[in-house]
């Protein structure tokens, strides 16, 4: 089963792809929202994010969720990203708290794969922790 972590950061969409817990390096780690108040650049996010899904047959998402006010709130474009990647026909998505990855975190030896970038750890966790 391929499933896709996410992190949402600014007007990215960091991805890491695991086939039954293991990582898969993809060609495509991140998909960008360039201007989110053009209806032209939002449906190029979309059909560059169901794309990435069909070619890679994810079968389930992972986000990692974001405050909704205080100091570490997401913004408004990564709120509206998350609204478009559940939108997506393609499969189910679901959203994992930070104290759900911290707690995975904390309980396991984490060692990221060597191919992994560094801007992607979050969204590894992100897949790693759904998988218990």
């Known amino acids: 089963m391929n499933i ?6 600014a007007n990215n969409t960091i991805l890491v792809v695991l086939n039954n ?3 898969i390096d993809k060609k495509i780690k991140k998909i960008i929202l360039e201007d989110d ?3 032209e ?5 979309c059909n560059e994010f169901l794309d990435f899904l069909e070619k890679n047959q994810i079968e389930r998402i992972f986000i990692k969720k974001r405050a909704k006010n205080g100091a570490f709130s997401g913004s408004a474009v990564t709120f509206k990203m998350e609204g478009l990647i559940q939108l997506n026909p393609l499969c189910e998505v679901e959203l994992i708290s930070s104290n759900t990855i911290s707690s995975f975190e904390k309980k396991n030896q984490i060692e ?3 191919e992994l970038k560094k801007y992607q750890e979050q ?3 992100t897949a790693k922790a759904s998988v218990i």
Do not use: M, N, V
Request: glycine share 8%.
């Open 37 to 39: 108040e053009k209806q």
């Open 21 to 23: 817990g293991e990582y």
């Open 123 to 125: 969204a590894y966790l």
């Open 112 to 114: 990221f794969p060597k």
């Open 41 to 45: 650049d939002i449906r190029k996010f």
């Open 4 to 9: 896709c972590g996410i992190e949402l950061k």
